[in-house]
């Protein structure tokens, strides 16, 4: 059966849409033929991706950024709840952030996309199985493949995604991460974890923590250099709760990973983990972010799915 690849024409800026047409040669030529669906809306790559796992396709194309990717994965995941699980993620990296194409070490190259799928080799991927409360309070659930955070970052995605982005992506990200800083708050975060049936509960007091399967984030930043795809275990990272200037040059240290080393930085493992926002009040500071994009709030409930995705890429 062909592969199908999910087009989302508006992923970078809309250059995908614009170009997909001159890829679709290059594609052709390495993939052979393969149908071709774009999305009409957010979130359709989830329903087209699920609907074609259901059907049996053997091998779905996420064209697209990390959201796209991430959409993906969620309609896989969703397919696998249902019995399906026999289909394959295949990724041809279009986007402006891209760091799971990062982490899975894909050369952002059409052509080494292309190759790395008709490769046929694949790794398996933990996921994350999310339950979060929606920003009008109901209950919800996702998945995530790359990274779950909250604090700072939910702020910026948030800002990003509101933005018009006509004065370029790096500006977009920059004010944002700006504004982020200025607006992030302190929260006090109550936080059960468990590892291998090993429990733990501590309160947390916290800018910005996130729960990592895998290591970029933000457009190139490693907010948990030591994550691995499929290890079995998430990198949980707290920034911990500095004053703004302490704070900005803590996160800044995200850029080359050296954050880690410092003595506000916590790091532990877990395979599952729940967070709650004691001081109601800072909510509007603690959205979160999913794979890049904003999605709902605390309280949150994580659980690790092992080896639950076949990837199409090079090995670790
Ligand atoms: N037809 C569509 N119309 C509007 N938005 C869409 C459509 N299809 C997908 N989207 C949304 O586009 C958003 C951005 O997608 P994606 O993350 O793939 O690209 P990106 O932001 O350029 O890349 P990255 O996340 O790697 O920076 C996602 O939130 C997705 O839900």
Do not use: W
């Not at 996309?113 to 409360?133: K, M, N, P, Q």
């Amino acid at each position: 059966m062909r592969p199908l690849l999910i087009v989302n024409p508006r992923s970078s800026g809309g250059k995908t849409g614009r170009l997909f047409d001159e890829m679709l040669t290059p594609i052709r030529r390495i993939l052979g033929d393969v149908d071709i669906v774009r999305t009409e809306r957010p979130r359709h790559a989830a329903d087209l991706s699920r609907e074609a796992a259901l059907g049996g396709r053997e091998t779905v194309v996420a064209v697209g950024g990390d959201g796209s990717i991430s959409e993906v994965v969620n309609g896989l995941m969703q397919a696998r709840d249902r019995g399906a699980s026999g289909t394959r993620l295949g990724i041809i990296g279009a986007g402006t952030g891209s760091d799971l194409c990062k982490t899975l070490k894909l050369t952002r190259r059409l052509d080494s996309f292309c190759t790395a799928i008709a490769s046929g080799h694949t790794r398996r991927l933990d996921v994350g199985r999310l339950s979060y409360e929606t920003r009008d309070g109901q209950r919800a659930d996702a998945f995530f493949v790359n990274v779950l955070s909250t604090g700072m970052s939910g702020i910026v995605v948030s800002l990003v995604n509101q933005s018009s982005r006509v004065l370029g992506n790096t500006l977009a990200y920059t004010m944002a991460s700006l504004q982020g800083l200025v607006r992030s708050r302190v929260g006090r975060v109550r936080c059960v974890a468990t590892l291998r049936g090993e429990r733990r509960e501590e309160e947390i007091s916290t800018r910005m923590l996130g729960i990592c399967n895998g290591r970029f984030f933000g457009a190139g930043m490693q907010l948990a250099p030591m994550a691995k795809l499929d290890d079995g275990v998430f990198d949980v990272i707290d920034l911990g709760s500095a004053p703004h200037l302490r704070f900005a040059a803590v996160s800044t240290g995200m850029y080359t990973g050296s954050h880690i080393r410092h003595r506000d930085v916590r790091h532990f493992q877990c395979d599952s983990i729940e967070l709650t926002l004691l001081n109601r009040d800072v909510e509007q500071a603690f959205f979160l972010d999913v794979d890049g994009e904003p999605l709902g709030k605390l309280p949150i409930k994580v659980t690790l799915e092992p080896k639950a995705i076949e990837v199409l890429a090079p090995g670790d």
